[in-house]
């Protein structure tokens, strides 16, 4: 596998201002022009996002499980989860293949508050895809969509194209907090150069 990194494209139109400090946007803040027309119907999806892989892939999916463990969330992530700095969440990091070709890469962070009754659920999933959790919990309430472009100054591009053996010189993603029965979690959901055009 390469280890050179390419240097990072000029973000696209829209997106030059972000600043680091605000990497992550709402979707009604970003013009959509700004956005790449091969991944706006992908970011723009209000539905599950493993139904609709599986329904565009044609071929055998399969999730892959990265990582999953106790650790210290990014500080963005603790900000969007309300979590003090320096507390401890699960995190699981997955891939969606098609193909045993990586689609999408997931990162979900999971506050210890959160893995209580019937939510403990969560910390056991193994290879089965957590939108089919969420999106069956009648309890389940989902916030505000927020993208980013993604270049290899963030944490989350090198995690995420960690397998490509040529990664892009940026990737789209999105994120959003998810609520059971009241109790947050936070899902980021990067989509990868494999991953074919979805249109509406």
């Known amino acids: 596998m390469s280890t050179s990194i390419p240097a990072p494209a000029a973000p696209p139109p829209g997106i030059a201002a972000m600043g680091k400090s605000s990497l992550w946007r709402p979707v009604k803040r970003l013009l959509r022009h700004g956005l790449p027309c091969e991944t706006l119907a992908w970011l723009l999806d209000p539905a599950s996002l493993t139904r609709r892989v599986v329904a565009v892939c044609g071929g055998k999916f399969r999730v892959e499980v990265a990582f999953q463990g ?16 320096g507390g401890y969440a699960l995190v699981r990091q997955v891939y969606l293949l098609c193909d045993d070709q990586p689609w999408v890469y997931a990162r979900t962070v ?19 895809p957590l939108g089919e959790v969420l999106f069956a919990d009648p309890s389940m ?19 995420a ?40």
Request: charged share 25%; with cysteine; glycine share 4%.
């Open 110 to 128: 999971i506050p210890r508050t959160t893995l209580t009754g019937p939510e403990r659920r969560l910390a056991h999933l193994r290879t089965r």
């Open 70 to 85: 106790w650790r210290r969330p990014l500080l963005h992530e603790a900000r969007a989860l309300g979590m003090r700095a």
């Open 141 to 159: 309430r989902r916030g505000a969509v927020e993208i980013a472009c993604l270049t290899p100054r963030e944490p989350v591009f090198h995690m």
């Open 161 to 200: 194209t960690r397998r490509l053996a040529s990664p892009p010189a940026v990737i789209w993603g999105r994120r959003s907090v998810f609520t059971l029965s009241a109790k947050p979690l936070l899902v980021n959901e990067i989509f990868l150069p494999a991953i074919p055009p979805c249109h509406r």
